[in-house]
């Protein structure tokens, strides 16, 4: 296992475009979680799932954003109609529930919209 | 509002000094608390955890309910140390983790 690989690395994609990110997360852990970084910022939750269900989304989280993780493993965020505000890195972690564990994070999708 | 807050946005000392970066929290239950480092070019990744009262390369945390805070601590700063800290809280349910806004540390020789 190689940890977190998140793909793209990089998108650069226009105004108005569609843009899917995918995210695989270490084998053996259930939760995996989506945040937004932007420059000068912390880590932003956006959402997260426990297995294939999603048990929690951020307001940050519009509804031109959408997650899934069909069977519990790999995950994509897609973002619809995207706008120049989305700029950002996205990224993904995943981690053991039940208990204090840390996360692991990916190397991140850098998103630039222009 | 749950947050947690770094108020140094850099912290530059020499090589051999103490180091001190701050952060609080606000919660009224018992947080888990973490820091996480980011060098450059490299992914986040866990520096310690407050629950395992660990030491990771010098570093150490202490919880204190009291003032809610959770200072990264080192003796001794090496030039290897600069990087980004960000301290992260969750709450008793295990709710997923809440970054602060980060602080840049700069280790000079």
């Known amino acids: 296992d190689t940890g977190v690989s998140q793909d793209p690395r990089h998108k650069i994609t226009k105004r108005g475009q569609n843009v899917t990110f995918r995210c695989d997360p270490i084998?053996?852990?259930?939760?995996l979680y989506w945040y937004r970084q932007t420059l000068g910022q912390g880590p932003e939750f956006l959402t997260y799932?426990?297995?294939?269900?999603?048990?929690?989304k951020s307001r940050l989280l519009s509804d031109r954003f959408s997650a899934e993780r069909p069977k519990g493993s790999f995950s994509t965020l897609e973002i619809q109609r995207t706008e120049q505000g989305d700029s950002a890195m996205y990224l993904c972690a995943s981690s053991l529930a039940g208990g204090p564990y840390g996360y692991t994070f990916g190397s991140g999708t850098r998103l630039t919209v222009v | 509002a749950q947050r947690v807050t770094q108020p140094e946005k850099l912290l530059s000392v020499f090589k051999g000094a103490p180091v001190e970066l701050k952060c609080n929290y606000s919660?009224?239950?018992?947080?888990?608390l973490f820091w996480y480092v980011q060098y450059s070019r490299q992914r986040l990744q866990l520096l310690l955890r407050h629950i395992s009262r660990e030491s990771i390369k010098g570093f150490t945390a202490d919880l204190n309910k009291g003032e809610t805070s959770f200072h990264l601590k080192k003796p001794f700063a090496q030039e290897e140390d600069s990087a980004m800290y960000y301290c992260a809280f969750s709450n008793q349910a295990g709710t997923a983790l809440i970054f602060g806004k980060g602080t840049t540390l700069s280790v000079s020789s």
């Open positions: 919660y009224s239950g018992s947080p888990e």
């Open positions: 799932f426990q297995n294939e269900a999603q048990l929690e």
């Open positions: 084998s053996e852990h259930n939760r």
